[in-house]
């Protein structure tokens, strides 16, 4: 597993964030790092209120999340997370699992296709498209179920091949997370042939399944 850490940089002269879990073109050397968080969204909401108060107090300091020992473009040994993109993505609608409202996951979960393709969205826009496709799903099921899909900024790793001809072909894998929105559930699941099993039972948290895409 991951394991995700704040880091604390110089906030560049001149230069405005779009978000508070923004980073700057050139954001420079790492000053600190702090302990490491349970996941992704810990460490996210944690820099996240450090950008909050040092925008309303003037801070020298911009709070970033890394994946710490693993190589990245902005680092060498510290792989740069943020700031996240927010996709709409397509998953299977399992058998015998019924939603309680358009923002449920189950807690199974199998990828019917990639982030739709489109502008990054912030979290509520992705979520506000999520709630109005899924309730048009609940009115007239079909096989797909629609999530919001979390990607992190920097590849986990990247090819580069080439073929006969000479044509470069870049391949970069990135990790992806499936979010579970704060008013969502895990559905009903008593009609599932696996009700008996765990995930039947448990609801798992906000960052419920990872895929490399």
């Given at each position: 597993?991951?394991?995700?850490?704040?880091?604390?940089?110089?906030?560049?002269?001149?230069?405005?964030?779009?978000?508070?879990?923004?980073?700057?073109p050139q954001p420079g050397e790492?000053?600190?790092?702090l302990p490491e968080a349970d996941?992704?969204?810990?460490?996210?909401?944690?820099?996240?209120?450090?950008?909050?108060?040092?925008?309303?107090?003037?801070?020298?300091?911009?709070?970033?999340?890394?994946?710490?020992?693993?190589?990245?473009?902005?680092?060498?040994?510290?792989?740069?997370?943020?700031?996240?993109?927010?996709?709409?993505?397509?998953?299977?609608?399992?058998?015998?699992?019924?939603?309680?409202?358009?923002?449920?996951?189950?807690?199974?979960?199998?990828?019917?296709?990639?982030?739709?393709?489109?502008?990054?969205?912030?979290?509520?826009?992705?979520?506000?498209?999520?709630?109005?496709?899924?309730?048009?799903?609940?009115?007239?099921?079909?096989?797909?179920?629609?999530?919001?899909?979390?990607?992190?900024?920097?590849?986990?790793?990247?090819?580069?091949?080439?073929?006969?001809?000479?044509?470069?072909?870049?391949?970069?894998?990135?990790?992806?997370?499936?979010?579970?929105?704060?008013?969502?559930?895990?559905?009903?699941?008593?009609?599932?042939?696996?009700?008996?099993?765990?995930?039947?039972?448990?609801?798992?948290?906000?960052?419920?399944?990872?895929?490399?895409?």
């Amino acid at each position: 597993m991951a394991g995700y850490q704040v880091a604390m940089i110089g906030w560049p002269e001149d230069w405005e964030p779009e978000s508070l879990d923004d980073v700057s073109p050139q954001p420079g050397e790492i000053l600190e790092l702090l302990p490491e968080a349970d996941d992704l969204f810990a460490a996210v909401q944690q820099a996240v209120e450090h950008n909050r108060r040092s925008r309303a107090e003037s801070g020298d300091r911009w709070a970033v999340v890394v994946e710490a020992d693993s190589p990245g473009k902005t680092w060498p040994t510290a792989r740069l997370c943020t700031p996240i993109a927010y996709h709409v993505m397509g998953i299977w609608w399992p058998d015998g699992w019924e939603p309680d409202s358009p923002l449920d996951l189950p807690n199974c979960i199998s990828c019917a296709h990639g982030p739709q393709s489109g502008r990054r969205l912030t979290y509520q826009q992705a979520a506000a498209a999520v709630h109005g496709l899924n309730r048009q799903c609940m009115d007239q099921p079909g096989a797909t179920w629609y999530v919001v899909a979390a990607v992190e900024n920097e590849s986990v790793s990247r090819t580069v091949t080439y073929d006969p001809p000479g044509t470069e072909t870049t391949v970069e894998v990135r990790r992806l997370h499936v979010l579970r929105p704060e008013s969502g559930g895990r559905g009903d699941c008593s009609c599932c042939p696996a009700h008996d099993f765990p995930c039947a039972r448990e609801l798992k948290g906000r960052s419920s399944l990872v895929f490399h895409q």
